[in-house]
């Protein structure tokens, strides 16, 4: 199970909200096997009133938040983060000093999903990558 949050300004993501959702989705489903069907996103479009942020980022400052089971191998988790800062950078042109990544991990007994417990929960996938 994987979930993300992407935080930023609206003036900057609503134009690009589509094909940001795109590329998350297709670098998890190359670093760590999440399969097509399993999208789950939710975009957190702010006022630049509304957002503070470093004064050496720009209005383009975007924040991805990653939660999901815990299992995946050091490297699945580098590999993810490396293709979201190079996908991002090279097909909607973000400087990466304007991206952050932070991945949470969490025991699949402390999810809730279709009426279960996570650890319960019969996957057509592999979390072990």
Same mark, same amino acid.
């Given at each position: 199970m994987v979930q993300v949050k992407v935080t930023g300004c609206a003036e900057s993501l609503n134009p690009i909200?589509?094909? /940001?959702?795109?590329i998350i989705h297709s670098c998890l489903q190359d670093a760590i096997g999440t399969p097509e069907n399993k999208r789950f996103q939710r975009f957190f479009l702010l =006022? =630049? =009133?509304d957002f503070y942020y470093p004064t050496d980022r720009s209005i383009q400052y975007t924040i991805i938040e990653i939660l999901m089971f815990e299992g995946r191998s050091v490297a699945?988790?580098?590999?993810l983060i490396r293709l979201l800062f190079e996908r991002i950078n090279q097909q /909607? &042109? @973000?400087d990466t000093v304007d @991206?952050? @990544?932070a991945m949470i991990e /969490?025991?699949?007994?402390?999810? &809730? @999903?279709?009426g279960v417990p996570g650890d319960e929960l019969t996957l057509n996938y592999v979390v072990e990558a």
């Open positions: 909200k589509t094909k /940001l959702s795109d =006022e =630049e =009133e699945a988790k580098k590999k /909607l &042109g @973000i @991206i952050e @990544i /969490l025991p699949q007994h402390n999810w &809730g @999903i279709r």
